[in-house]
């Protein structure tokens, strides 16, 4: 009797333990799918890559041109910072003052109004005025004192809106990605050396940065929309009969130089050869030291989502490696972007 019961403790004990450990089995299996399945419907948190959103749009809510509004502060009505030491900035501005010059803008301000009415929906951008210096030294003290930008880090990831309200001045780019007339490729350049950064790695797309005043428009500040379109004309060599629409659909910052950071979304109206021929002829082409086409494919949107972020000493931002290229960490978010609106292109 007393081994029957012995014998039926055990048996007991190990349905526990093995109850137990089948649960944590299936919870970890559970995890594992859960995984596979975002990966399969092509999810990925892109603040994993240090870019915030502020706002989103959907091919069936698009961002329209005339519902940006857009605010412009001067230099003198600018938000004082109020995350990284002053003098240390204004230190490390000045050295870069003795290397590079231009006039630029940063997001100082956000809004964006979801209501029932198509009418009364509008996004409210806020922008300052501010140097390229400034951007140079936010990228220089990242690499050589990280440890400064502890407290705006957090910010961002806390409350980015709050943020905004006393932003370290930096700059706005927008990335162009450029879909073929047939929507069966993107267009990929590899940065030279004559740009400032990421010079030898490759982008879903050009980038073009935020000036003071349109140059079709003197005076008058730019705006996300004008941006796109002087960026699409200077790094390309496209003009507005070139391609279809320009969708906004992604707008945020790139915590690791405290940039604001637009996805930009066209379709070509001309062939391939065409727009490599422009691209050849356009006023920046000497930033970029090769072009492809990549194809936008499902295979190719989840090779992007699962390559892993890999960091690079003495160079500030994350790459990603695919098909024995080194692509920067936003092209991940260019590639997302250029999947999710492939079917609103041409409405």
């Known amino acids: 009797?007393?081994?029957?019961?012995?014998?039926?403790?055990?048996?007991?004990?190990?349905?526990?333990?093995?109850?137990?450990?089948?649960?944590?089995?299936?919870?970890?299996?559970?995890?594992?799918?859960?995984?596979?399945?975002?990966?399969?419907?092509?999810?990925?948190?892109?603040?994993?890559?240090?870019?915030?959103?502020?706002?989103?749009?959907?091919?069936?809510?698009?961002?329209?041109?005339?519902?940006?509004?857009?605010?412009?502060?001067?230099?003198?009505?600018r938000p004082e910072q109020e995350w990284i030491n002053p003098t240390v900035l204004a230190a490390a501005v000045a050295e870069c003052a003795e290397q590079s010059s231009g006039e630029i803008l940063y997001f100082a301000g956000f809004r964006l109004d979801y209501r029932e009415s198509d009418d009364t929906q509008y996004c409210k951008v806020r922008q300052a005025e501010s140097r390229y210096p400034e951007v140079l030294a936010v990228e220089r003290l990242r690499i050589r004192r990280p440890e400064l930008f502890k407290a705006c880090d957090e910010a961002i990831e806390r409350d980015i809106k709050q943020y905004l309200f006393s932003p370290v001045p930096s700059s706005v780019a927008v990335n162009l990605v450029v879909v073929s007339s047939d929507g069966s490729e993107l267009l990929s350049v590899e940065r030279s050396a004559a740009t400032d950064s990421a010079a030898g790695w490759w982008t879903v797309g050009v980038f073009e940065t935020m000036k003071r005043s349109d140059p079709n428009r003197p005076g008058s500040p730019e705006s996300l929309y004008g941006l796109a379109a002087r960026g699409l004309n200077e790094e390309l060599g496209l003009n507005q009969n070139?391609?279809?629409?320009?969708?906004?659909?992604?707008?945020?910052?790139?915590?690791?130089?405290?940039?604001?950071?637009?996805?930009?979304?066209?379709?070509?109206?001309?062939?391939?050869?065409?727009?490599?021929?422009?691209?050849?002829?356009?006023?920046?082409?000497?930033?970029?030291?090769?072009?492809?086409?990549?194809?936008?494919?499902?295979?190719?949107?989840?090779?992007?989502?699962?390559?892993?972020?890999?960091?690079?000493?003495?160079?500030?931002?994350?790459?990603?490696?695919?098909?024995?290229?080194?692509?920067?960490?936003?092209?991940?978010?260019?590639?997302?972007?250029?999947?999710?609106?492939?079917?609103?292109?041409?409405?």
């Open 1 to 77: 009797m007393e081994s029957l019961i012995i014998g039926s403790l055990s048996a007991i004990a190990i349905g526990i333990a093995t109850e137990a450990a089948t649960g944590a089995i299936s919870g970890a299996v559970r995890e594992l799918r859960r995984a596979a399945n975002r990966r399969k419907r092509f999810e990925f948190d892109v603040r994993e890559d240090g870019l915030f959103p502020l706002g989103e749009w959907s091919p069936a809510r698009q961002l329209e041109p005339h519902r940006l509004l857009t605010d412009t502060l001067p230099m003198s009505e």
């Open 242 to 347: 070139d391609y279809g629409k320009i969708v906004i659909s992604w707008v945020g910052l790139l915590r690791p130089i405290l940039r604001g950071h637009v996805v930009a979304i066209v379709q070509l109206k001309i062939s391939r050869e065409d727009a490599f021929a422009r691209l050849r002829a356009a006023h920046s082409s000497y930033e970029h030291s090769a072009i492809d086409w990549l194809p936008l494919h499902p295979r190719i949107v989840r090779s992007f989502i699962r390559a892993n972020r890999q960091t690079n000493p003495g160079r500030v931002g994350s790459t990603i490696r695919i098909n024995q290229r080194i692509w920067i960490e936003q092209s991940r978010l260019a590639v997302l972007e250029a999947w999710r609106f492939r079917m609103a292109l041409n409405d």
